[in-house]
């Protein structure tokens, strides 16, 4: 059994109702800062649960769980309502019968699912309709209760239904008395009751041996020889034991006999994830949520623990969130699903080459062209550069301060180009033609003339410079160098790059020997530049 499908409706930043398909195995969501991500894991886990924020929900509701608009658009007009929170998991599989029903927004059938619900509850609708007579400043939530039930109408506790969830956010660390307890909490879950068992019994004799020390023994007789407020009744230093699990307060997490807070925050992360992946609730759960792994992990300690987590977890559900290229890659770009404004957009049709090309090669930074309103992808570094200084002098100001990522992409043009197809996202690419200007009409074929996608612009300079050599070495004419070159003569250049060469063979073999140290210079240059044609197409909005 899996979740197929999640219906979300006035839970934190989904107002309207919020609709998202996932796939049986991995989904990896990505999106700018306040796209829901991390909603859609609370979300999850709280229908599944009752637990929000490590509370259970119904101990500690708040208006502020609600949709904020949607709360202010009822104390402005309390005559549409109070508005109800909706989560609805529709769950495929095997097993779902028994939650089968048209109890669900959808009205469909021949769903099954849940329904959890947070609304106004009917018992208290006098005691309500005399509180909207007078002025409405907050959201009345002592008069709502919390509803748990199937698409069958029948009623549920969390404990009752056949999916559970574990969520697991490294980044989520709470301290107490030196010691993390996020960790001990799991590694306490982690243990069996006779494991248990023997640590209190362990920590007890501890107690007692603290207690018949002769050094503490004396400690506490200077106490008392200078106790003169409690009428001779005897103090003491102790050990708690008060309760069963008194031993529990005072268990801390060691790696390598290294206290975890006195750990670096990349080791204590992949400790909890690793941990929590180990422990009984993970183990047990249909359902693994985790939220952006890739805090404080080094790039190796990252392939480490999303390597970990593919192998450890192949029959599980795993809905996670990053910010991450490389975990988005690693991950797999086909389970990927972008969200935007309320909406979604998945790469789950590309190519299985090009998904294989970026986790294989999980360095590419696929999340910017995801994540920016427009791309100029380029090939190298010093066409970045060369590129960004074209478009600050037309537009006043660096393309990423308006929306706009020139993004070094090597040779894999062609794969970065069917992520934009899939997204619909507008995307300049600026190329060489290296003399062959047929090759290239034939490499963009499906980019060009008849085939042109209007979002997609491919800019290449059709002239060919015929030279091949320069005093009788091997050089290419048609690139960027060059091209620099002959759109500024020879003067604009020597005082762009500062060097003492007045002839252009000199020049083209100094740019070519210093490609990155050029570009710098021209992009640091402060007087006017000029540029090839098809980099001023490019740049073009």
Known sequence: MHISKIVIRNFKCFRKDFVLELNKGMNVLVGDNDSGKSTILEAINLALSGVFHGRFLRNDLSEHVFNREAVEAYIENPKIGPPELLIELYFGGEGVDEYKGNGNSLKDQDA??????????EQYRDEYVEFVKGDVTSLPIEYYEIVVESFARKALTTRGISLSAAFIDSSGARYLNGSDAYVSRIVRDFLEDKERVTLAKVHREMADSFRRNEGVGAVNKRINEANDLLDGREISLAVDLASRSAWESNLITCIDRIPFHFIGKGEQSLAKIAIALAHKRAQNANILLIEEPEN????????????MMSAANEEKQIVMTTHSSFVANKANLMHLIMLHDGKTTRLGELDPETSTFFQKLAGYDTLRLLLCTRAILVEGDSDELVVQKAYTLKYGKLPIERGVDVISVGTSFLRFLEIAEKLNKPVAVVTDNDGNVEGLKKKY???????????IRICFDENIDARKEIAGESFNFNTLEPRMLAANGCAAMKEMLGTIFDEEEALLKHMRANKTDCALKIFNFEKDVKFPAYVTAAIEE
Not at 301 to 307: C, G, H
């Open 112 to 121: 099954a699912g849940i329904k959890f619900s947070v609304r106004l509850d």
């Open 296 to 307: 404080h992990l080094s790039h190796s300690r990252l392939n480490q623990l999303i390597d």
């Open 445 to 455: 074929d499906s980019y060009l003339g008849a085939k042109a996608k209007d979002h």
